[in-house]
């Protein structure tokens, strides 16, 4: 019930196209979503979160989408750039506790 | 800017060698850091809780006497990587923060760990 499903395992897109990559949890009592994006040799940092009482936080190029009915949330990164390529992680966690990462999404954003 | 630090960024020793790796939140107090380790292709794995001031949470199969935590100020978790081996090798990965609604972890560089 901890666990936070992440797809696709690895997302190639052409330049200016649009990426998408998709969790899930079973966990109710998660209340807070984060996006982490992951360069080689770096540590994660946070892109963009999003709690479960909105269905949709936009900043930029990078949109997340929330269904709590579905216990679904999904990334979407419009206008995709080579300097996008990294890997993504979904999170999820309750009150600050219980910090719950997916597997990851490696996104090549083709020239 | 960064708002966790990690250091070294890398470490290359014999093994047999104690390694310790720092990590300081640079602009909040935290009263928990988190230790993961990362594997090449794989997400994070969490090894333990850095608590200030009292024991550290090892999750289940980590060795804590191999691993030894201390969080002695507000600041600052270390993570003593200790008589390491080759399979020790490994990307470890600190994070302060994500206590209370809405707050994110917020993760140190990593240090790339190679015992040769």
């Known amino acids: 019930q901890q666990q936070v499903k992440q797809s696709p395992q690895s997302l190639i897109v052409q330049k200016g196209g649009i990426s998408i990559i998709n969790c899930a949890y079973e966990n109710t009592a998660f209340d807070y979503f984060p996006w982490y994006q992951q360069f080689p040799g770096k540590g994660p940092a946070l892109l963009i979160a999003i709690r479960p009482d909105v269905s949709e936080k936009k900043e930029g190029r990078f949109t997340i989408s929330f269904n709590k009915s579905a216990k679904q949330f999904s990334l979407h990164i419009m206008d995709s750039q080579p300097g996008d390529s990294a890997t993504y992680f979904c999170a999820a966690s309750n009150y600050g506790q219980n910090f719950v990462f997916g597997p990851g999404t490696r996104l090549s954003v083709l020239p | 800017g960064a708002v966790v630090s990690q250091h070294p960024s890398r470490v290359i020793c014999k093994s047999g060698t104690s390694v310790k790796i720092e990590c300081r939140s640079l602009d909040f107090q935290a009263t928990t850091m988190f230790w993961y380790r990362q594997f090449p292709k794989q997400s994070l794995m969490l090894m333990a809780t850095?608590?200030?001031?009292?024991?550290?949470?090892?999750e289940q199969g980590v060795e804590k006497d191999k691993f030894l935590i201390n969080h002695a100020s507000l600041t600052l978790s270390t993570l003593t990587v200790t008589s390491a081996h080759p399979e020790d090798s490994s990307f470890y990965i600190c994070?302060?923060?994500?206590?209370?609604?809405?707050?994110?972890?917020?993760f140190g560089d990593g240090t790339r760990l190679s015992i040769l």
């Open positions: 994070s302060a923060g994500g206590q209370g609604a809405d707050q994110p972890q917020h």
């Open positions: 850095s608590n200030e001031g009292s024991k550290a949470t090892y």
